[in-house]
């Protein structure tokens, strides 16, 4: 309670200030900072604007009920607040930096452009701006132009860690890997528990088919942040897979579903895997579960009819092909592997008749 008396006193002392001299919109327009500074933003916005009333040309005023209103998510208030600032003030680069990242909150992309450039026209040392422009810029999919900005900023403040994740995160977006993961790294030389950096610094490097690097880079976004989307746990066990150790990845794949148990590709990769360790049964099964979500995947109706053909259950696998055929009648290859199926299944059949008339002799 002493805190909060603490940060009331200036309220208090404004409003005697204002009781002497209601007609000062400069202890409107304090009233409204101090009370902005405890987070009641409403009643800030009518204090700024009473002080606004009383002068209409005070620019810092309508400029702080502009960020007020953007901290309330009314947004086209905000820029109608931050133009009527930058008309009476035109050379404010904040003013134009938080319009632009209001506009570009509105997906008005061009317009935020402008205004992150004017704000570096008045300020050209504003790294946060120069990002900010980046980030739009990537938006647009101008991917060059994006990171010529990002790089602008990390010139002025080279520990600047947004604009080299962002960075980094445009240049694998574009294909650029090997650069993409330096400027993760350098990322995080800055925050070492950015989880986000090591996650897409992953996926770069099992991009580039850096299999166990990637591993260690999902372990420790895992170790980071334990309750991580099931992406990453299904990323790694696609890491641990292509480096053959298919019973840690199946583990993998088992902590993604159990988070999110209806994504049919790893119920489908774990399948992969039990059949590269040769359990057909417990891989059919996956593949069922893939097929219930999602009826029409070729790839696990055909691995399915491949894993039951090995275990000798023929009338189950031509099936299966049955089913591959209605979704691809035009592959003349499937009639071939149905065919052997079947002369498999014949074959089966003729040795248990001859069997049983071996059997039936005296």
Same mark, same amino acid.
């Given at each position: 309670?002493?805190?909060?008396?603490?940060?009331?006193?200036?309220?208090?002392?404004?409003?005697?200030?204002?009781?002497?001299?209601?007609?000062?919109?400069?202890?409107?327009?304090?009233?409204?900072?101090?009370?902005?500074?405890?987070?009641?933003?409403?009643?800030?916005?009518?204090?700024?604007?009473?002080?606004?009333?009383?002068?209409?040309?005070?620019?810092?005023?309508?400029?702080?009920?502009? *960020?007020?209103?953007?901290?309330?998510?009314?947004?086209?208030?905000?820029?109608?607040?931050?133009?009527?600032?930058?008309?009476?003030?035109?050379?404010?680069?904040?003013?134009?930096?938080?319009?632009?990242?209001?506009?570009?909150?509105?997906?008005?992309?061009?317009?935020?452009?402008?205004?992150?450039?004017?704000?570096?026209?008045?300020?050209?040392?504003?790294?946060?701006?120069?990002?900010?422009?980046?980030?739009?810029?990537?938006? %647009?999919?101008?991917?060059?132009?994006?990171?010529? =900005?990002?790089?602008?900023?990390?010139?002025?403040?080279?520990?600047?860690?947004?604009?080299?994740?962002?960075?980094?995160?445009?240049?694998?977006? =574009?294909?650029?890997?090997?650069?993409?993961?330096?400027?993760?790294?350098?990322?995080?030389?800055?925050?070492?528990?950015?989880?986000?950096?090591?996650?897409?610094?992953?996926?770069?490097?099992?991009?580039?088919? %850096?299999?166990?690097?990637?591993?260690?880079?999902?372990?420790?976004?895992?170790?980071?942040?334990?309750? =991580?989307?099931?992406?990453?746990?299904?990323?790694?066990?696609?890491?641990?897979?292509?480096?053959?150790?298919?019973?840690?990845?199946?583990?993998?794949?088992?902590?993604?579903?159990?988070?999110?148990?209806?994504?049919?590709?790893?119920?489908?990769?774990?399948?992969?895997?039990?059949?590269?360790?040769?359990?057909?049964?417990?891989?059919?099964?996956?593949?069922?579960?893939?097929?219930?979500?999602?009826?029409?995947? *070729?790839?696990?109706?055909?691995?399915?009819? *491949?894993?039951?053909?090995?275990?000798?259950?023929?009338?189950?696998?031509?099936?299966?092909?049955?089913?591959?055929?209605?979704?691809?009648?035009?592959?003349?290859?499937?009639?071939?592997?149905?065919?052997?199926?079947?002369?498999?299944?014949?074959? *089966?059949?003729?040795?248990?008749?001859?069997?049983?008339?071996?059997?039936?002799?005296?």
């Amino acid at each position: 309670m002493q805190k909060l008396a603490s940060r009331e006193k200036p309220i208090s002392s404004g409003e005697k200030a204002i009781e002497l001299n209601p007609q000062d919109p400069q202890t409107w327009y304090d009233r409204g900072n101090a009370l902005e500074a405890m987070g009641r933003f409403q009643a800030a916005i009518e204090s700024w604007e009473k002080a606004i009333e009383l002068e209409p040309k005070f620019p810092e005023a309508w400029y702080n009920k502009g *960020v007020a209103l953007r901290k309330l998510g009314q947004l086209q208030e905000a820029i109608t607040a931050y133009n009527k600032s930058l008309k009476i003030q035109q050379k404010n680069p904040e003013a134009w930096y938080n319009l632009g990242n209001v506009l570009r909150k509105l997906n008005r992309l061009s317009e935020a452009i402008a205004s992150y450039e004017k704000a570096i026209e008045l300020k050209p040392d504003y790294h946060e701006a120069w990002t900010n422009l980046g980030n739009t810029l990537a938006n %647009l999919e101008r991917f060059d132009a994006a990171i010529a =900005s990002y790089d602008k900023a990390i010139a002025i403040q080279a520990d600047y860690c947004e604009a080299w994740y962002n960075k980094a995160f445009i240049l694998r977006k =574009s294909g650029h890997n090997i650069a993409a993961i330096t400027a993760y790294d350098k990322a995080l030389e800055q925050k070492p528990d950015l989880h986000q950096a090591w996650y897409n610094r992953g996926v770069a490097l099992a991009d580039e088919k %850096l299999y166990s690097e990637a591993i260690a880079s999902y372990d420790k976004t895992l170790q980071l942040r334990p309750n =991580s989307p099931p992406q990453v746990w299904n990323k790694r066990g696609t890491a641990i897979a292509q480096i053959g150790q298919f019973e840690a990845a199946i583990d993998s794949w088992d902590k993604a579903l159990a988070i999110e148990p209806n994504d049919s590709e790893t119920w489908y990769n774990r399948g992969l895997a039990l059949a590269k360790l040769k359990h057909f049964e417990a891989a059919i099964a996956s593949w069922d579960k893939t097929i219930e979500l999602q009826p029409d995947n *070729v790839e696990a109706w055909y691995n399915r009819a *491949v894993a039951l053909k090995k275990i000798g259950r023929f009338a189950e696998a031509i099936a299966s092909y049955d089913q591959i055929i209605a979704l691809q009648p035009d592959d003349p290859n499937l009639y071939y592997q149905q065919a052997c199926v079947y002369a498999l299944e014949k074959q *089966v059949l003729n040795i248990v008749k001859d069997l049983k008339k071996t059997a039936r002799k005296p």
